[in-house]
C-alpha cells in the first residue's frame, strides 16, 4: 500500500508516501503536499549549516521537443500475473512492468532476455496483526464469537520478532534480492544510516530465536487461560485457530512467507487457518473490516515508500497510532501513551537539535519493537522491467510504480506518441475519491499520470524541485537544525517569526468562515517556520482542469476548507476518523495567510518544521492525500455525503452501511450525476459565505456545465491537471486507459535531465590479523563505474566496530585521502577492547548525490 495521509494535506508529507503495496498493504513526496513537507535529513553537527548547492543533473543528450503533456498518446494499464511478465515481454503483449518483481531467477531471466529494467529499494514485507482485544482478559474479540486474540497482547507480537528467521527469508525466499528488516525504517535510506549501531543492537535482541519465542508465547497464553492439549494450544476447550490472510498475488513471495511463517506458528503448538486471497479479495477483510468481528488474525502486509525519504521520524505515527490512517485496523492501535506522545513528537519535528532527534528516535524505536503491532521482515532489492525500446526515470524508492516523474518520462525510445501498454500485478483495487478513496499503489501509479504538483521529488535524492510554483522563500527560526542544498528557495534564518493577526488558523463549522489568529489569539504567536511560494502570474490562464475548467482561487481554498471541515463535529461532512490526523496537524500549525489571490501568493506558518530548506516549502496545491480535486469536483462529493447517501471513507461508509464514494465507477455515478445536476441548477457555491468571495454564480454554473459534459463524454467524474487524463475505466477487465493531455503547459522533456544515480560502490581493504592494543589501520575505496567518487559530492565515510560476540565496540568517521579514498585508524586503546576472535568492520558511505547510503564490511581476527 501507499502511505500518505491528511499529512498529505497539511501534515508532513511522510513517509513519504507509503503505498499499500504491489506488496500489497494500502505513506510524505509524494504526490505533491498540500502539506508539510517530507522531512529531511539531520546534518552531522548541531548548529544549522548551509552545504554548498548540489549541482542539477546534467541534461540527457535528447533534444528538445515541441510536443506538450505525455510524450505517449496512449497508455493501456492492465493487470497480468507476475508469473506470466517476462513471456509477455518478450511477445511484445506488454511494454513494461510497473510493479516489482524480487526473486533471483526472476532477475536472472530477465537479464538473459536482454530486457532493460530499473531497480527500487522502497518496498518492504511484514506481518500486519490484527490487536484487538475484548472481555476479562482483554484478548477476546466480538464477545458472541467468544474467539481468543493472542495478537492483542504486546509481548506476544513482540515476541513474533524472535519467531521468525528473517535471513531464512532473506536467502532461501528471496535468493538474496532482499535485507533482514526489523524496523519501520527503510535499511537503504539516511535514518538508519544514521542509527545504525543501535538498529544493530536491537537486530542482535530480536534475532530469531525459537526457544524464547516460544518461552514468552507460552507464559502470556496461560495468563489468558488456554492451555496445551496434546501440543496444541486450547481456549474454552476449543482448538485456537489464527486465521492468517495470505496474499498470493504479486510476486507470489508473500504466499511462501506465509507458508513459512505459518508452519513457525503450528510448530508451537497454534492451528492456523491459510487464507489464500488476491490484494481485492483481501483488502475488505484486513482494512477495511472491523477487527473487533475476528474474522481475521495476521496477514502478509507489503509496503511501498514512493519516493526516497531523508526523515523518516513520521513512520511511528503512521505505522502505530489511529494518526496513520482513517481505517478501522488503525482506529484499533493502543500504543502507550509515551510511545503515541513520542510518534507526535517525530512526527511533527518538535526537537532543537540533531542530538535530541537521534536521542528520540532512538528510544521510538526500541518502543516499536515493544509494540510491534507489525514484525518487519524484509526490504526488497526489487526491480522493474521493460522492452528495450522504452525509457523512464523511476524513484530510487518506489521503482516505477512509485515514481512521479514517470508520468513525464514514460516514452518510446525511439519515438513520440504511440500507445504503451503498462501492466502490474493488480489494478482498481478500490475506489477512486480524492479525500478518502483507495491508497493501493496499484491505483495510485495512474493517478501519478492525471495528478500534477506544485513540486516534484527528486527521484534520487529526495529533495524537492518546483514545478507549477514561480518562486518560494523559508524562513526558519535561529537554531533550528535546517539546512539548503539546492538552488531554486531562497532560505534564511530569523530571530523570530511573528505570525500575522490576518492568517487564518481555525474554521467555524456553523458559520462557514475561517477564523484569524487575531481572533483566536489577540496576544499573538510566533511560529519556528515560515513559508512563502509564489505562483506565475499566467497561471490561471495556462493550467486547466481536463474538463476544460481554468485553474482558480477557489481550487486552492477548497483544501483549507476540507482540511479543518470534516474534523469538526459541527460540519455537515464530520468523519471521526478525520479527527486523529487533524489534531496532531493542529498542534502545530500556526496559521495560512493568502496575500495576494492573483498570482496567487500563500505565507504558511507552523512550528513544524523539515531539515532540509527545499522539504519546508508549502505549495497550497489541491492534492487531498488521495488524488488532486477541483473545487466542484469536490463539492458534488460533499452533497452526496452531507446528504447520506455516499462517503469519503471506508470506516464512515461501513459505519454508515452506504456507499464507499467511487468517482470512476460503481453505483456512486449516478449519486455524483444527481448532485451534479443539483449544483447545476442552483449554480451551488459551496461553504458560500467563504468561497462566494472566489466563484461568481456564474463561475459556478460554468464549472458544472463543464463536469457534465466531462461526465458524458468519459462516463466518470476524475478530472485532474497532469499531462494524462483518465480515458476509459473497465472495472471488471480491471483495465483502463490514459489519454495525452493536449492542453498540459510544458514540453514532454521538461524533466528528461534525470538519467542514471550516482549510487556508490565501496570496498574495505586492510589488515586480516590485528594485535590487540596495537593500532590498526585500513583503507576504504569509494568509486562508481569503476572510477573514483568524487571528495566533494560524498557527505560522509563513517564505521561500526562489532566484536567478536556482535557487541558494538566503536563507531567513527573516516578520513579523506584523496577522490574515492579514506582512511580508518582504530587507536590501539580501541583494540585492546576487542578479545581474541573475528571482528566486524562495517562502513558506511554517504553521497551527496543520491540518498542511499552504501554499506560494506571487512572481517579481521584479533590476537594477542
Not at 510524505?28 to 503536499?33: C, K, L, R, V, Y
Not at 510493479?99 to 537479464?111: D, H, M, T, V
Not at 530571530?495 to 487564518?504: G, H, L, S, T
Not at 468517482?663 to 445536476?677: A, M, Q
Amino acid at each position: 500500500m501507499l502511505r500518505n495521509r491528511l499529512m498529505a494535506v497539511l501534515g508532513l508529507v511522510l513517509v513519504a508516501s507509503m503505498v499499500l503495496a504491489a506488496c500489497g498493504t494500502p505513506t510524505p513526496a509524494p504526490t505533491q503536499p498540500p502539506a508539510e513537507p517530507t522531512k529531511a535529513p539531520e546534518k552531522p553537527a548541531a548548529t544549522p549549516t548551509e552545504v554548498p548547492p548540489t549541482p542539477t543533473p546534467e541534461p540527457t543528450p535528447i533534444p528538445r521537443t515541441t510536443r506538450t503533456g505525455g510524450w505517449l498518446d496512449t497508455i493501456t494499464m492492465v493487470k497480468i500475473s507476475p508469473d506470466a511478465v517476462l513471456t509477455q515481454l518478450q511477445a511484445g503483449e506488454i511494454d513494461i512492468y510497473a510493479s516489482a518483481l524480487a526473486r533471483a531467477e526472476q532477475f536472472k531471466a530477465a537479464q538473459d532476455a536482454k530486457l532493460a529494467y530499473t531497480q527500487n529499494f522502497g518496498g518492504s514485507y511484514e506481518l500486519t496483526f490484527n490487536p484487538y482485544g475484548g472481555g476479562d482478559n482483554g484478548a477476546l474479540f466480538d464477545q458472541s464469537t467468544g474467539k481468543l486474540n493472542p495478537f492483542a497482547i504486546p509481548a506476544i507480537r513482540e515476541a513474533m520478532n524472535m519467531l521468525v528467521d528473517r535471513d531464512y527469508i532473506v536467502q532461501e525466499i528471496y535468493g538474496g534480492l532482499a535485507s533482514p528488516k526489523f524496523f519501520p525504517i527503510t535499511g537503504a535510506f539516511p535514518d538508519y544510516a544514521r542509527l545504525a549501531d543501535v538498529a544493530r543492537e536491537l537486530e542482535a535482541k530480536y534475532a530469531y530465536n525459537e526457544a524464547k519465542a516460544n518461552e514468552v508465547i507460552t507464559a502470556e497464553m496461560e495468563k489468558l487461560g488456554a492451555t496445551k492439549v496434546d501440543g496444541k494450544w486450547t481456549y474454552n476447550g476449543e482448538p485456537v485457530t489464527l486465521i492468517f490472510i495470505i496474499r498470493n498475488d504479486g510476486d507470489g513471495t508473500r504466499k511462501v512467507i506465509g507458508d513459512y511463517v505459518s508452519a513457525q506458528l503450528e510448530k508451537i503448538g497454534f492451528t492456523v487457518d491459510r487464507q489464500y486471497k488476491t490484494s481485492s479479495e483481501a483488502s475488505p477483510i484486513w482494512i477495511r473490516g472491523n477487527p473487533a468481528d475476528g474474522l481475521w488474525h495476521l496477514y502478509t502486509g507489503g509496503w511501498l515508500t514512493t519516493a526516497i525519504s531523508r526523515d523518516q521520524g513520521g513512520n511511528f505515527l503512521f505505522y502505530y497510532t489511529k494518526d496513520g490512517l482513517g481505517q478501522p485496523l488503525w482506529q484499533a492501535y493502543k500504543p502507550t501513551e509515551e510511545f503515541y506522545q513520542l510518534a507526535q513528537t517525530l512526527n511533527n519535528n518538535n526537537f532543537k537539535t540533531v542530538e535530541e532527534r537521534r536521542e528520540l528516535f532512538a528510544k521510538a524505536l526500541r518502543l516499536a519493537m515493544q509494540d510491534s503491532v507489525r514484525v518487519w521482515l524484509v526490504d526488497q532489492k526489487a526491480f522493474s522491467p521493460f522492452r528495450p525500446n522504452v525509457s523512464v526515470t523511476a524513484d530510487l524508492a518506489g521503482g516505477v510504480q512509485g515514481s512521479v516523474l514517470q508520468a513525464f518520462t514514460l516514452r518510446f525510445a525511439d519515438k513520440e506518441g504511440g500507445e504503451l501498454k503498462y501492466a502490474m500485478s493488480d489494478l482498481l483495487v478500490e475506489p477512486w475519491n480524492p479525500v478518502g478513496g483507495s491508497n493501493w499503489v496499484f491505483d495510485t501509479a495512474p493517478k501519478r499520470f492525471i495528478n500534477d504538483y506544485g513540486v516534484v521529488p527528486d527521484p534520487f535524492t529526495g529533495l524537492s524541485w518546483p514545478q507549477r510554483i514561480e518562486s518560494a522563500s523559508v524562513e526558519v527560526k535561529e537554531g533550528l537544525p535546517v539546512a539548503k542544498t539546492l538552488d531554486w528557495v531562497d532560505f534564511k534564518f530569523a530571530p523570530e517569526i511573528k505570525v500575522p493577526a490576518d492568517a487564518f488558523i481555525d474554521w467555524d463549522a456553523e458559520k462557514q468562515v475561517f477564523i484569524t489568529v487575531g481572533e483566536k489569539f489577540p496576544d499573538g504567536l510566533t511560529a519556528n517556520r515560515k513559508s512563502t511560494v509564489v505562483y506565475p502570474k499566467d497561471f490561471y490562464q495556462k493550467t486547466k482542469w481536463h474538463d476544460g475548467s481554468n485553474f482558480s482561487a477557489a481550487d486552492f481554498m477548497m483544501l483549507w476548507i476540507m482540511t479543518f471541515d470534516r474534523a469538526k463535529e459541527a460540519s455537515k461532512i464530520y468523519d471521526k476518523a478525520a479527527v486523529a490526523s487533524f489534531q496532531t496537524f493542529a498542534k502545530d500549525f500556526k496559521g495560512f495567510r493568502v496575500v495576494s489571490t492573483d498570482p496567487f501568493t500563500v505565507e504558511y506558518y507552523s512550528d513544524t518544521f523539515a531539515l532540509d530548506a527545499e522539504l519546508n516549502v508549502y505549495t497550497n496545491w489541491p492534492e487531498y492525500g488521495y488524488g488532486n480535486g477541483a473545487w466542484h469536483m469536490i463539492a458534488i462529493g460533499n452533497l452526496a455525503e452531507e446528504n447520506g447517501e455516499l462517503a469519503y471513507t471506508a470506516g464512515k461508509a461501513d459505519e454508515k452501511k452506504i456507499e464507499w464514494m467511487s468517482y470512476i465507477d460503481g453505483p456512486s455515478l449516478e449519486i455524483l450525476k444527481k448532485y451534479l445536476d443539483q449544483a447545476a441548477a442552483e449554480k451551488y457555491i459551496p461553504y458560500a459565505p467563504t468561497l462566494s468571495k472566489y466563484i461568481t454564480p456564474e463561475e459556478a454554473a460554468a464549472r458544472y456545465q463543464n463536469l457534465a459534459n466531462w461526465y458524458a463524454k468519459q462516463g466518470h467524474f476524475w478530472v485532474s491537471t497532469g499531462p494524462y487524463y483518465l480515458d476509459k475505466v473497465f472495472s471488471v477487465e480491471k483495465t483502463l486507459t490514459l489519454k495525452r493531455n493536449p492542453d498540459f503547459q510544458d514540453l514532454a522533456d521538461e524533466w528528461a535531465r534525470f538519467a542514471e544515480p550516482k549510487i556508490a560502490e565501496a570496498e574495505v581493504d586492510g589488515e586480516g590479523r590485528v594485535t590487540i592494543g596495537k593500532e590498526a589501520s585500513f583503507d576504504v575505496f569509494v568509486t562508481f563505474k569503476d572510477q573514483p567518487y568524487p571528495a566533494e559530492e560524498i557527505q560522509e565515510v563513517k564505521y561500526l566496530l562489532f566484536d567478536a560476540s556482535g557487541a558494538l565496540v566503536a563507531t567513527g568517521a573516516a578520513e579523506a585521502a584523496g577522490d574515492g579514498q579514506y582512511t580508518i585508524k582504530l587507536a590501539a586503546d580501541v583494540t585492546s577492547k576487542l578479545a581474541e576472535g573475528s571482528n566486524k568492520l562495517e562502513v558506511i558511505v554517504v553521497s551527496k548525490l543520491v540518498s542511499l547510503p552504501t554499506f560494506t564490511s571487512f572481517q579481521f581476527v584479533t590476537a594477542k
